[in-house]
């Protein structure tokens, strides 16, 4: 294919045992999402009506676009893994509740309201996975295939939740599916928990932006983003495609139901037909992603939704429905699968959950305003008038977008593994994203067969290595010492003390590195006090005699 790259079988990337665990609790907490809002519209609107429902979806949106900032602030902290499990954990509590309540036949208050709050929780999920799954992978790559692997479990889902919703519903009503998707929360719970080790702690916290708070790095951050050509039109689609999500919710129920006459599974179908396009969409994405240029695609996906809706709009009957609900998930799968990779690599990555943090409080606002817009346009002119108007609104989108969004293609380059391995380096931890990019910038990967030596005790260092993958052995004096693995790193004690190098490395296993040259590491280093004094303190760990030496890089001299 013309200006594509060869990416890695998605088997290599599923031989990673931590991103399997991080793919299985993505996939519950997904599938839940899908289910919820299909039972949650269902039960309003049996219970009292469709204002209800209509009430009901607007108020799911409200309480996670205003805690989705705090949301990313959490998740740009320095333990992302241990937010998703406490997420996780309170959304399973917060479901039982709700599940109890609906089987007791309380008011429908007090089953939405603690259902609504597991809902909120997964303005969590994303930010922190847009950091995790990078630090899990060790190329570029890799990200690629776990970013389609999510885009598989996201379209899985779309397909997967209304149909697993509208069978739960058809045996037992809407609160079995709030007592499965309970359960669901508390299996991501399980799988995320061992995971929370690989988080650096609370001592590698990065620097901050104005003031140094999370708030001001997030500012500086969207002012950066700013600067990148083409970033702010992306994140405006990434959040304003939620238009359609937000009316297709009510507009399922409304059409089902009262134009289709399918009944209370009737919304499930219908946003299981979405889903099937949704998982074809994941599909076509495996190939369609290894191009080099994404913006386009991204442009044509939402062109493909505006013109299906007014397919539906024209010819309302449930045969048409069935037949172009495919081509609006699709259209969508691959228009959020490419711009969510495009502004991973475009974000500054000191707070990049921040910004996708962001991303999901505009989309649930614009979720919010989708759902509101149906209702209106519903009451007044009807079901047609209500998918006109929203395919207008995303065309317009589209119009004021398009020519910006031709240059986010040459912005999204950031070196996102290396940075995020980077990251778990007690050396490079509190660096600011800025420089901790450069020196990502700077990195050369190599690699080392079993049994090669990488460097030699007693002969001059001039760069620092990081191991990206495989295991290395250390011998000091001809005395084994220790294995280190991926990330950790070696080579520091040379280059800050100005010595030979006090050990020989040799590969253990195939291993995978980054190479970092004298000049970048020095500079990083040793100009923030913060990352200056991790590396003494790792090089006096690791070669003791250092606490007596009399050098002038050392922060203690």
């Known amino acids: 294919m013309t200006g594509a790259r060869q990416l890695p079988p998605i088997s290599t990337a599923l031989r990673n045992p931590e991103l399997r665990r991080v793919l299985v609790a993505y996939l519950a907490s997904v599938i839940s999402e899908w289910a919820l809002w299909v039972a949650l519209l269902v039960y309003a609107y049996e219970r009292s009506g469709k204002m209800a429902a209509g009430l009901v979806s607007i108020s799911l949106f409200v309480p996670g676009a205003l805690i989705a900032p705090f949301a990313g602030a959490a998740a740009d902290g320095p333990r992302p893994t241990k937010v998703l499990a406490n997420v996780s954990a309170i959304q399973a509590v917060a479901l039982a509740i709700s599940a109890c309540f609906a089987y007791l036949r309380w008011p429908l208050l007090t089953v939405i309201v ?14 922190c996975f847009s950091v995790v799954v990078p630090g899990l992978v060790k190329s570029a790559g890799e990200l690629t295939v776990a970013n389609l692997l999510t885009g598989y479990c996201d379209s899985a889902c779309v397909l997967a939740g209304p149909l697993a919703a509208s069978a739960l519903i058809a045996l037992d009503g809407p609160p079995i599916v709030l007592a499965v998707t309970a359960s669901l929360a508390a299996l991501a719970l399980l799988v995320t928990l061992p995971l929370v080790r690989l988080d650096p702690g609370p001592g590698a916290q990065p620097a901050l932006g104005r003031e140094g708070s999370r708030t001001g790095a997030l500012i500086d951050g969207v002012r950066a983003l700013s600067q990148r050509k083409g970033a702010v039109p992306l994140l405006s689609v990434l959040g304003g495609q939620y238009v359609l999500i937000g009316a297709l ?3 399922y129920v409304v059409l089902a139901t009262e134009k289709f006459g ?3 599974s009737g919304p499930g179908i219908l946003g299981a037909a979405f889903g099937v396009g949704a998982l074809l969409g994941a599909a076509a994405s495996t190939v369609l992603v290894a191009r080099k240029r994404l913006a386009p695609l991204l442009m044509l996906s939402l062109l493909g939704i505006c013109g299906s809706l007014a397919v539906i709009a024209g010819f309302t009957t449930y045969a048409v429905a069935l037949v172009v609900l495919p081509v609006v998930g ?3 799968a691959v228009l959020d699968l490419t711009g969510r990779m495009l502004m991973q690599r475009a974000a500054p990555q000191d707070v990049l959950a921040s910004i996708f943090a962001t991303m999901e409080s505009l989309s649930l606002i614009a979720a919010a305003l989708g759902s509101l817009v149906a209702q209106v346009i519903l009451a007044v002119a009807g079901v047609r008038a209500a998918l006109v108007a929203v395919a207008a609104v995303l065309g317009l989108l589209l119009l004021l977008t398009a020519r910006r969004l031709v240059q986010i293609d040459a912005s999204a380059d950031a070196p996102v593994v290396a940075i ?3 990251r778990r380096l007690a050396l490079f931890a509190p660096l600011p994203g800025p420089a901790l990019e450069g020196v990502a910038r700077a990195a050369r990967p190599i690699r080392f067969s079993p049994g090669e030596r990488i460097i030699r005790e007693g002969e001059a260092g001039d760069s620092y290595y990081a191991i990206v993958a495989g295991e290395v052995d250390v011998t000091m004096e001809g005395r084994h010492r220790r294995v280190m693995a991926r990330g950790q790193g070696f080579g520091e004690i040379a280059l800050l003390a100005d010595v030979l190098r006090t050990a020989t490395i040799i590969a253990r296993t195939d291993v995978d590195l980054l190479e970092i040259g004298r000049p970048a590491f020095l500079t990083a280093v040793t100009g923030h006090d913060a990352s200056k004094q991790a590396a003494w303190g790792v090089a006096r760990t690791l070669h003791p ?3 007596t030496a009399d050098n002038d890089g050392d922060p203690d001299q």
């Not at 603690?114 to 930010?127: D, F, N, Q, V, W």
């Open 330 to 332: 699709l259209s969508r």
């Open 262 to 264: 399918l009944g209370a």
């Open 249 to 251: 919710d009510l507009l």
């Open 420 to 422: 995020r391995l980077l």
């Open 114 to 127: 603690p259902a609504a709050a597991a809902l909120t929780m997964l303005s969590y999920i994303r930010p």
């Open 545 to 547: 005699v250092l606490e």
